[in-house]
């Protein structure tokens, strides 16, 4: 979108002849502090909307390794080829100069001065948006996408004036563009409903970004509260769910190991028989252990009753 708005107001501007100017390099002109800032930031801006072209055509190389809602906003959102031949029949990157017969030519990087023998030859820039015209128009995946009406077709079949021997020559593969928009130009669009695309949107993520930014570490310490210094009632509490959920004994024969020690990690075959849930090995290891089992002990075995006596 950010690219589309400045794509807009390069071709739609005014002062779209000035873009050498707003980029030139030149010490013998001194601006004031104020006008330097401004014409730096219409420099980059124009560099960074030349530089997406670049960018747009590579997604749309790679349109059918995305998903369809991004070939969808690509092709019909925002209608790129359409922008695409909009910018070959008006290229910001090529201004008249000041001297008669000469033009002010953008390569990717600076400004070149070249003649009009020159000025129809085919630079980065223009290589670019080609190539793209011919992945967004001629690609299988892409035609496949597009949806074609009588406005973005009378702005794609402008394209055929620009075909001459030199672009030919340079990038022999627009013949085969060219012989489409030949085909293009007898056809009638044919009346075409927009697809359905169900498209999965990180609604879930955006929310808890939305409404949690800021507040990360209180929302740890919380948890933290809540799960790793449980108290004894809420581990009573989940204890009697967990019991009432499932029977030991089953569990048990469902385990795809054996039992360990809970003490020392060898295999076990005796259980603690007030809470049936540790393992042990021997009565040694269950005696050094019980410091550490008494409560869970507990809270299992009140709980074991509880379920018994109902």
């Not at 809602?69 to 359409?82: E, W």
């Not at 670019?128 to 406005?151: A, D, I, K, P, R």
Request: with cysteine; hydrophobic share 35%.
């Amino acid at each position: 979108k950010q690219w589309y708005q400045r794509r807009v107001a390069i071709t739609a501007g005014g002062d779209q002849d000035n873009w050498y100017e707003i980029g030139r390099e030149n010490p013998e002109i001194n601006d004031s502090p104020a006008e330097e800032i401004i014409r730096r930031h219409k420099k980059i801006s124009f560099d960074v909307a030349m530089k997406c072209i670049a960018i747009v055509r590579y997604i749309g190389e790679y349109s059918k390794d995305v998903s369809l809602g991004v070939t969808t906003r690509l092709l019909n959102t925002h209608d790129f080829p359409a922008i695409f031949a909009t910018l070959m029949d008006n290229p910001p990157w090529r201004v008249p100069a000041k001297d008669p017969g000469t033009w002010y030519k953008y390569d990717g990087k600076s400004w070149a001065q070249v003649s009009n023998a020159s000025v129809t030859e085919m630079n980065k820039m223009e290589g670019q948006v080609w190539l793209g015209l011919l992945t967004f128009l001629m690609s299988e995946h892409c035609q496949t996408s597009y949806q074609l009406n009588s406005s973005n077709q009378a702005a794609i079949l402008k394209l055929r004036s620009h075909f001459n021997p030199t672009i030919i020559n340079q990038l022999p593969v627009l013949v085969d563009l060219q012989r489409y928009l030949e085909e293009l130009s007898i056809m009638s669009v044919p009346a075409s409903r927009p697809p359905l695309i169900l498209e999965q949107l990180p609604e879930l993520y955006t929310c808890h970004e939305t409404t949690c930014s800021g507040k990360w570490a209180a929302i740890a310490e919380a948890h933290f509260r809540s799960i790793f210094c449980m108290s004894s009632d809420r581990l009573r509490k989940q204890a009697e769910k967990f019991i009432a959920t499932y029977d030991m004994d089953v569990m048990a024969d469902l385990m795809a190991e054996p039992p360990r020690c809970e003490n020392c990690g060898e295999l076990a075959a005796k259980r603690c028989s007030s809470c049936a849930t540790s393992w042990y090995c021997g009565r040694e290891c269950q005696v050094k252990h019980w410091s550490k089992h008494k409560s869970t002990c507990k809270t299992l075995s009140e709980a074991l009753k509880q379920k018994s006596s109902s």
